[in-house]
């Protein structure tokens, strides 16, 4: 798809450009990059989500890259006849709300899920979905700033693990790329004094609370906390010697929200979490990292002990899908 016909399709029109609810780096680089790609070639837009933006990490890079994003409730005189860019999320997925406006375009790195008919998509499996945008301005040789390109090679970076997590050529391809142009002061200043104290009860209760089976780890964390950290988490987990995949699953105020890592062939993330949550709730993702999550009005479904009825959930899905991967 060429990226000079999502201009063509976003001209004469008030243009928002929305990212998935409780937006990580990837997300915000990613709408921050394409907002700034658009401006390029004379298209103004807004940038918005839903949830909070709670994480210190999040808020820095708000505030050093000087992004300006609004929730929901502030969105700006958003009518139905305004269009919408979905960027590192497609519509219809559990984690983005339906706002009133009209969702023209999609740009995007997740499986698709809940097929929909956009007049621009742009849907592509690679690790990150700054690395897109990034191929925007490189294969239309248009002109990149270094505070942008700085947030977009933070977002590559971010979403695939310093390119140990589904990382693909394009994100290598961009991430040079990038590299050329960016500010790379403000990239570094994002790796200094981003975690907050009350982070380390997160870390304490999944400490506290892992149970592992045959390699699968699974950590519950008993208060609300941001859906980032439940994801950093789990990466966390994930690190251990003795886990190959990753079950970390949090209680919030809203149901029980999921993070899931693998590093198993054979064990698709996404998947693992859309099958298990199936009858509770839902939830996608990459091969090697998902989320998920069950609303609190589905929790009695789990019956009186959700921690046994959540592990054996996973536990049975993961040997299905050992066996059928044994099989191929």
């Not at 009133?100 to 008919?117: K, S």
Request: aromatic share 10%.
């Amino acid at each position: 798809m060429n990226p000079l016909s999502l201009v063509e399709t976003l001209k004469n029109h008030t243009v928002y450009i929305q990212t998935h609810n409780f937006p990580d780096p990837d997300a915000i680089a990613s709408a921050f990059g394409l907002q700034n790609f658009l401006s390029c070639h004379g298209i103004p837009s807004t940038l918005c989500y839903d949830g909070k933006i709670d994480r210190l990490s999040v808020k820095k890079m708000l505030e050093s890259f000087d992004i300006i994003m609004y929730s929901k409730n502030d969105v700006p005189d958003m009518t139905e006849n305004d269009y919408i860019v979905l960027v590192d999320s497609q519509k219809k997925n559990s984690n983005v709300t339906d706002l009133i406006g009209d969702e023209v375009a999609c740009i995007d790195h997740h499986p698709i899920f809940f097929p929909y008919q956009y007049l621009y998509q742009d849907i592509r499996p690679v690790g990150s979905c700054a690395c897109l945008i990034a191929s925007y301005f490189q294969s239309t040789g248009t002109p990149i700033e270094p505070k942008c390109a700085a947030a977009l090679a933070y977002g590559i970076k971010m979403d695939t693990a310093d390119f140990t997590r589904g990382c693909t050529a394009l994100d290598t391809e961009m991430f040079s790329y990038l590299f050329e142009h960016a500010d790379w002061n403000l990239v570094s200043g994002m790796y200094h004094n981003t975690m907050e104290f009350d982070d380390l009860q997160a870390y304490g209760a999944a400490i506290q609370n892992i149970q592992i089976f045959d390699r699968t780890g699974f950590a519950y964390i008993p208060f609300n906390c941001a859906p980032a950290l439940i994801a950093i988490i789990s990466d966390f987990i994930l690190s251990l010697d003795v886990v190959d995949v990753a079950v970390i699953y949090a209680l919030q105020t809203d149901g029980i929200r999921f993070s899931i890592r693998s590093e198993v062939k054979g064990i698709h993330a996404g998947n693992l979490v859309s099958r298990v949550l199936h009858p509770y709730g839902d939830g996608g993702g990459h091969p090697s990292m998902a989320g998920g999550m069950i609303p609190s009005g589905n929790l009695p479904l789990l019956g009186e002990d959700i921690h046994t009825t959540i592990q054996d959930s996973f536990m049975e899905v993961i040997t299905d899908m050992e066996r059928q991967s044994a099989t191929k």
